[in-house]
């Protein structure tokens, strides 16, 4: 069930080249690509049909080393942050302290306000709402970014199988709250926001590319008008300037008919006078 519902995107290899100048550019343009055929399928006849494959929300890991964000994620972050709703996570938390980890995680919030990147926001509780749910709430809210560890290995502890880490010192827990807030990840990610999560999608990012590709349509059909009237503009001149010389020749063999029967007129008038002249002589 969780994976029917859930459709998760890696990118291995990001930032481990030496040039990582371009390195967004394959984030941004996957989905910017999601969005476009969405797009062309909303646009088309079988609208009842359409597969959902927008990028909903990103994950972004943060290595653990380091004092916080580095120029790179800063720079892909502002390119994502109008495109998706991005929630920062700490991997491999197991690596530092609980006092490293709380002072990492307010590094990086202050690089995220100086540098004006918006993040994913948790919709506020309803007033409706129990007071667990309010509590799991303020936790979770309290915990971004999250740190989490990850294991595929299978252990035993006191009689109890969990996921963890095992260290020469003792074992990690990845489902304890204590070692990692993977629990509040995965709630948010398939439970409480997964919701929230596309519905801010729909109606603010891919609201703002659909405005973009509607101008850009509107911007090319208006280019392409004003080229065909353009090119259009000379040919109507040679039809309106052969229009008038026709129509100056036709005025032109009115006239010379009006003429020619005036003078068939005369003629005719002539000859009668002349065959009365001719009758009285002849009397």
Known sequence: ????????????????????????????????????????????LNRRNIQDNRVHCCLYFVPPWGHSLRQMDLELMKRLHRKVNIVVVIAKADTLTASEVQRLKRN??????????????FPECGSDEDEDFKEQDREMKASIPFAVVGSNTTLEVAGKKVRGRQYPWGVVDVENPKHSDFIKLRTMLISTHMQDLKDVTEDVHYENFRAQCISQISQHAFRERGKLKRDSTPYEADISETDRLLFEKDEEIRRMQDMLRQMQEKLKDSAQDNKKHDSIIDV
């Open 1 to 44: 069930k969780f994976f029917n519902r859930l459709t998760i995107v890696d990118t291995p290899g990001f930032g481990d080249a030496v040039n990582c100048e371009d390195s967004w550019k394959v984030c941004t343009n996957y989905i910017d690509e999601q969005f476009r055929q969405y797009f062309t399928d909303e646009s088309g």
């Open 108 to 121: 990086i919030l202050d690089d995220i306000r100086e540098n004006d990147i918006q993040m994913y926001e």
